[in-house]
Structure formats: structure tokens, C-alpha cells
């Protein structure tokens, strides 16, 4: 069984960090891209970053040069280290797992097939 299970999010004033982490197991996690979605308050889920084949990154243009996606394969753990945190980064962040290896297609939910539960990130103005 595919488990995926986010931690990592809390409360940040304008300008904190926080650094999330996925782990992932019932899975081979070399073989699969991980990703990190978002859910803002009334807002559609949006794509933030993804990493795949051991080196490749790819991030939103909203979160690039704030947020890092890295991935430990010996601990099957990814992280998303959220920097210079902003009012419009609070929502819901879900990481994902994909078997697709080409980014046109990891920016879309829909190419994912497990999904965690999310975890909560609050910025305050």
C-alpha cells in the first residue's frame, strides 16, 4: 500500500521559513518523480515544484529562487524548503508521486497517482 504523509507546515510570519517533508513508502521512489501541489483558501490546486531522476528540478514560476525541492532515496523523503515565505504561499501543500518523467506533464495533477493528506502553511502579514 502507497503511503505519502506530509510534515512540516505551521504558522510563519512574512519573510520566515519552512522546510516540508514527504515520505513515501509501498513505492519504488527511484523510480518515481515526486512533486508538491498546493490548495489556496477558495483557490484552484496549483502546481509548485517537482523532482525527478535523481537531479532534475522544476519549479513555478510563483516559488522559483525561494523554494528547493530535494530528495533523500535513502531515507525515501523529499523535502520542499520554503524561504522568503509570503501572505499568498498560505494554503494546504499535498505531495504526489508520478511515474511521468517529462516536465510538460509534471506540472499537471493529473499525471500524479498518489497523493498525501497535506499539511497546513499559514503566513501571516
Known amino acids: 500500500q502507497v503511503q505519502m504523509a506530509e510534515s512540516g507546515g505551521g504558522l510563519v510570519q512574512t519573510g520566515g521559513s519552512l522546510r516540508l517533508s514527504c515520505a513515501v513508502s509501498g513505492l519504488t521512489f527511484n523510480s518515481y518523480a515526486i512533486g508538491w501541489f498546493r490548495q489556496g483558501p477558495g483557490k484552484e490546486r496549483e502546481f509548485v515544484a517537482a523532482?525527478?531522476?535523481?537531479?532534475?528540478?522544476l519549479y513555478s514560476d510563483s516559488v522559483k529562487g525561494r523554494f528547493t525541492i530535494s530528495r533523500d532515496n535513502a531515507k525515501n523523503t523529499v523535502y520542499l524548503q520554503m524561504n522568503s515565505l509570503k501572505p499568498e504561499d498560505t494554503a494546504v501543500y499535498y505531495c504526489a508521486a508520478s511515474l511521468s518523467g517529462h516536465w510538460t506533464q509534471l506540472q499537471r495533477g493529473s499525471n500524479y497517482r498518489n497523493w498525501g493528506q497535506g499539511t497546513q502553511v499559514t503566513v501571516s502579514s
Open positions: 523532482a525527478w531522476s535523481g537531479i532534475n528540478t
